[in-house]
C-alpha cells in the first residue's frame, strides 16, 4: 500500500518494554517514540510485546483479543500456549503476546536463569504471531538481547513461512546484557538446530551460549543508538567481549542517534511544572521552578544558587564513582544537588549520607519519580552525565530541551549530542571532559559554575541554544527510513 510520499513501509517492532505499558529505561522510550515517528512519516508499524502481569488494567481493558495457537518451541519437542491481544494508539497497533506461564510474574526481568526461556519463547512466538495475524512486514525491527533470536528463527525454521520474505535489523542499546547463559540450557529452550551452537553463532567459549551474538550474525543489519557508540563498541574496552565479532561485521553495523518525543517534554505545556515555559520566558521562569524545587526538597530556597542534578539508574556504568570521589569539593562552596535515581544499594547509601553531611543543600531522592524527574530538569542548572559508556542517553537530550546545561563526558551519544562550550567563541551546548577521571569531572563542574557565576550572557546563551537544538525523532526517523528502504531493495 502507498502513503504519504510513496513510503508506506511495514514495520514489526519486537522488544521487551515499551512507554506506556513497561519500561524500566531509554528502550521503553524508544519503542514508544520511534514508531510513533515512523508512522508520522507514512510507514504501517505492529510493536509486538510481552503481556506482562505488571501492565496496568487500565491498558488492559483497551486490549482485543485476536486469538490464540499452540507453538512448538523446546528441543524435545514442549509446545506452549500464545495468545495475542491488540490495541491502537496514535496510529501504531500493539499486539501483546500471552502466556501465562511466561509473563505472569517478573517486573518485566526476574533474572538470567528464567529470562532465558521467557525471551527465546517470546522471540519465537513474535514471528509466528506475524504468520498468524496475516500480515507480512517489510521489515522485522528487533531491540536488545530479549529480541535477538527473532533474526534467527526468521532465518531458519521461519525461512520457508510467510514472514519469512522480511528483512531484519537488531539494535543495540545496550550491550552489557547480552543473554549469555550454558550451552544446553539455550539449545534446550530456543530449539535451534545443533549446528548454530558454533563460534561465529551462538558460542561464547567452550561452556556459554550468548543469545546476542547469535543475533547479531543473523540480522541483515546491526544498528546501535549514536555513532561513537557504534565505534566504541568494536573496541576491547567498550565491546563487552564481542568486540572481535562486531568488527567482523561492520559492514553491517552502523548508529543512528536516538531522539526524545518533543510532545512528552515540552516544557512550555508541561503539566508537571509549576511554571511551565518556553525560549522566550526561560530566564525567568525557570527561577521560579527551581524555587518549587527546593521547597519541595526542603533545600535553602535561593533561585541564584548554582544547583547541579543527576537523574539516573545507580549503577556501575553511569559515572558515579566519579561523583563519589569529588563530591564534596562539588558542593564546597554552597553549590546544590539533587539526585533522582535507584539502583546500586552502595550508591543509594553514598549519596543518602552526602545528604545527610549537607542538609538544606543536598537531597538524595532514592525513588523512581515521573514527576520530580520533570521538576529536576527544569528547576536544575546544570545536569551530570559522566557515564563510563553512554550508547546514546536520553537525559542530556531531555535537560538540553528544557534549557539545563549538560555535563557530560565524552563517550558515545553523549559525544554525539553535546557540542563542548568554548570561551573563545562562546559556542557549544554543555560542558564536556574526555578521560573517565573524578578530577576532570570535576574540573567541568567548576568551569560551569564559573560561567554562570561570572559571564552570565554566555551561560544564558548555552541555554537559549540548547532549547532550539533538534532533539527530535524527525532526523533520526527519517535515517531509519533510508535503512529500511535499503534492505527492501536487497
Ligand atoms: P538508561 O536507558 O541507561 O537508563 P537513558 O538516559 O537512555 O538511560 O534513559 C533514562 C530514562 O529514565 C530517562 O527518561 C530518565 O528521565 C528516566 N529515569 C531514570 N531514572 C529515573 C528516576 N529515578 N525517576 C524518574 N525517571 C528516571
Same mark, same amino acid.
Given at each position: 500500500m502507498e502513503m504519504n510520499g510513496g513510503n508506506g513501509t511495514r514495520v514489526a517492532f519486537?522488544?521487551? !518494554?515499551?512507554y506506556p505499558f513497561v519500561k524500566t529505561g531509554g528502550l521503553g522510550d524508544v519503542m514508544y517514540a520511534l514508531p510513533r515517528a515512523l508512522v508520522r512519516e507514512g510507514s504501517e508499524v505492529r510493536v509486538i510485546l510481552p503481556l506482562y502481569a505488571c501492565i496496568s488494567q487500565k491498558y488492559k481493558d483497551q486490549m482485543t483479543w485476536k486469538g490464540s495457537f499452540m507453538m512448538d518451541l523446546t528441543r524435545d519437542g514442549g509446545r506452549f500456549f500464545v495468545g495475542i491481544m491488540e490495541l491502537t494508539m496514535n496510529g501504531v497497533i500493539y499486539d501483546f503476546i500471552e502466556n501465562r506461564e511466561f509473563?505472569?510474574?517478573?517486573? $518485566?526481568?526476574?533474572?538470567?536463569?528464567?529470562?532465558? $526461556?521467557?525471551?527465546?519463547?517470546?522471540?519465537?512466538?513474535?514471528?509466528?504471531a506475524l504468520n498468524y495475524l496475516d500480515w507480512v512486514p517489510d521489515i522485522v525491527h528487533c531491540h536488545d538481547w530479549q529480541a535477538a533470536l527473532t533474526p534467527v528463527y526468521l532465518r531458519t525454521q521461519f525461512a520457508p513461512t510467510p514472514v519469512g520474505s522480511a528483512r531484519s535489523v537488531l539494535t543495540i542499546h545496550n550491550l552489557r546484557f547480552q543473554g549469555i547463559c550454558g550451552i544446553e540450557h539455550l539449545k534446550h529452550w530456543s530449539g535451534l538446530p545443533?549446528?548454530?551452537?558454533?563460534?561465529?553463532?551462538?558460542l561464547n567459549g567452550d561452556? !556459554?551460549?550468548?543469545?546476542?551474538?547469535?543475533?547479531?550474525?543473523?540480522?541483515?543489519?546491526?544498528?546501535?543508538?549514536s555513532e561513537t557508540y557504534a565505534g566504541e563498541i568494536q573496541t576491547d574496552f567498550y565491546g563487552e567481549g564481542l568486540n572481535s565479532h562486531l568488527s567482523?561485521?561492520?559492514?553491517?553495523?552502523?548508529?543512528?542517534?536516538?531522539?526524545?518525543?518533543v510532545e512528552q517534554w515540552n516544557s512550555s505545556a508541561d503539566s508537571m511544572l509549576p511554571a511551565p515555559y518556553g525560549r522566550e520566558d526561560v530566564l525567568a521562569r525557570k527561577a521560579e521552578n527551581k524555587l518549587a524545587l527546593q521547597r519541595r526538597l526542603g533545600l535553602q530556597e535561593d533561585p541564584g544558587r548554582f544547583m547541579v542534578g543527576l537523574i539516573s539508574r545507580l549503577t556501575d556504568q553511569k559515572g558515579l564513582d566519579l561523583v563519589n570521589a569529588v563530591f564534596d569539593r562539588i558542593v564546597e562552596d554552597g553549590t546544590q544537588a539533587v539526585v533522582l535515581g535507584t539502583g546500586d544499594p552502595r550508591y543509594e547509601g553514598a549519596f543518602r549520607r552526602c545528604e545527610e553531611a549537607y542538609r538544606g543543600q543536598v537531597s538524595a531522592c532514592i525513588m523512581y519519580d515521573e514527576s520530580l524527574s520533570h521538576l529536576i530538569y527544569a528547576g536544575a542548572d546544570a545536569l551530570l552525565v559522566p557515564s563510563l559508556f553512554e550508547p546514546c542517553g536520553l537525559t542530556q537530550l531531555i535537560a538540553m530541551r528544557y534549557g539545563t546545561v549538560p555535563i557530560v563526558r565524552e563517550t558515545g551519544g553523549l559525544k554525539d549530542t553535546v557540542a563542548p562550550f568554548r570561551p573563545e567563541s562562546g559556542d557549544g551546548n554543555g560542558f564536556t571532559f574526555d578521560h573517565y577521571r573524578?578530577?576532570?569531572?570535576?574540573?567541568?563542574?567548576?568551569?560551569?559554575?564559573?560561567?554562570?557565576?561570572?559571564?552570565?550572557?554566555?551561560?544564558n546563551g548555552i541555554i537559549l541554544r540548547d532549547m532550539e537544538k533538534d532533539v527530535s525523532w524527525t532526523h533520526s526517523a527519517s535515517q531509519y527510513l533510508a535503512l529500511y528502504q535499503e534492505l527492501k531493495a536487497l
Amino acid at each position: 500500500m502507498e502513503m504519504n510520499g510513496g513510503n508506506g513501509t511495514r514495520v514489526a517492532f519486537v522488544g521487551s !518494554e515499551c512507554y506506556p505499558f513497561v519500561k524500566t529505561g531509554g528502550l521503553g522510550d524508544v519503542m514508544y517514540a520511534l514508531p510513533r515517528a515512523l508512522v508520522r512519516e507514512g510507514s504501517e508499524v505492529r510493536v509486538i510485546l510481552p503481556l506482562y502481569a505488571c501492565i496496568s488494567q487500565k491498558y488492559k481493558d483497551q486490549m482485543t483479543w485476536k486469538g490464540s495457537f499452540m507453538m512448538d518451541l523446546t528441543r524435545d519437542g514442549g509446545r506452549f500456549f500464545v495468545g495475542i491481544m491488540e490495541l491502537t494508539m496514535n496510529g501504531v497497533i500493539y499486539d501483546f503476546i500471552e502466556n501465562r506461564e511466561f509473563f505472569d510474574w517478573g517486573n $518485566p526481568y526476574t533474572g538470567l536463569w528464567e529470562d532465558i $526461556p521467557k525471551y527465546c519463547f517470546f522471540s519465537k512466538a513474535a514471528l509466528a504471531a506475524l504468520n498468524y495475524l496475516d500480515w507480512v512486514p517489510d521489515i522485522v525491527h528487533c531491540h536488545d538481547w530479549q529480541a535477538a533470536l527473532t533474526p534467527v528463527y526468521l532465518r531458519t525454521q521461519f525461512a520457508p513461512t510467510p514472514v519469512g520474505s522480511a528483512r531484519s535489523v537488531l539494535t543495540i542499546h545496550n550491550l552489557r546484557f547480552q543473554g549469555i547463559c550454558g550451552i544446553e540450557h539455550l539449545k534446550h529452550w530456543s530449539g535451534l538446530p545443533a549446528e548454530l551452537f558454533n563460534y561465529d553463532v551462538f558460542l561464547n567459549g567452550d561452556h !556459554e551460549a550468548n543469545m546476542f551474538k547469535g543475533g547479531l550474525t543473523y540480522a541483515d543489519r546491526v544498528t546501535t543508538v549514536s555513532e561513537t557508540y557504534a565505534g566504541e563498541i568494536q573496541t576491547d574496552f567498550y565491546g563487552e567481549g564481542l568486540n572481535s565479532h562486531l568488527s567482523y561485521h561492520r559492514a553491517k553495523l552502523s548508529g543512528i542517534v536516538n531522539g526524545i518525543d518533543v510532545e512528552q517534554w515540552n516544557s512550555s505545556a508541561d503539566s508537571m511544572l509549576p511554571a511551565p515555559y518556553g525560549r522566550e520566558d526561560v530566564l525567568a521562569r525557570k527561577a521560579e521552578n527551581k524555587l518549587a524545587l527546593q521547597r519541595r526538597l526542603g533545600l535553602q530556597e535561593d533561585p541564584g544558587r548554582f544547583m547541579v542534578g543527576l537523574i539516573s539508574r545507580l549503577t556501575d556504568q553511569k559515572g558515579l564513582d566519579l561523583v563519589n570521589a569529588v563530591f564534596d569539593r562539588i558542593v564546597e562552596d554552597g553549590t546544590q544537588a539533587v539526585v533522582l535515581g535507584t539502583g546500586d544499594p552502595r550508591y543509594e547509601g553514598a549519596f543518602r549520607r552526602c545528604e545527610e553531611a549537607y542538609r538544606g543543600q543536598v537531597s538524595a531522592c532514592i525513588m523512581y519519580d515521573e514527576s520530580l524527574s520533570h521538576l529536576i530538569y527544569a528547576g536544575a542548572d546544570a545536569l551530570l552525565v559522566p557515564s563510563l559508556f553512554e550508547p546514546c542517553g536520553l537525559t542530556q537530550l531531555i535537560a538540553m530541551r528544557y534549557g539545563t546545561v549538560p555535563i557530560v563526558r565524552e563517550t558515545g551519544g553523549l559525544k554525539d549530542t553535546v557540542a563542548p562550550f568554548r570561551p573563545e567563541s562562546g559556542d557549544g551546548n554543555g560542558f564536556t571532559f574526555d578521560h573517565y577521571r573524578a578530577d576532570l569531572l570535576l574540573d567541568a563542574v567548576c568551569r560551569a559554575r564559573d560561567v554562570y557565576y561570572n559571564r552570565r550572557d554566555q551561560w544564558n546563551g548555552i541555554i537559549l541554544r540548547d532549547m532550539e537544538k533538534d532533539v527530535s525523532w524527525t532526523h533520526s526517523a527519517s535515517q531509519y527510513l533510508a535503512l529500511y528502504q535499503e534492505l527492501k531493495a536487497l
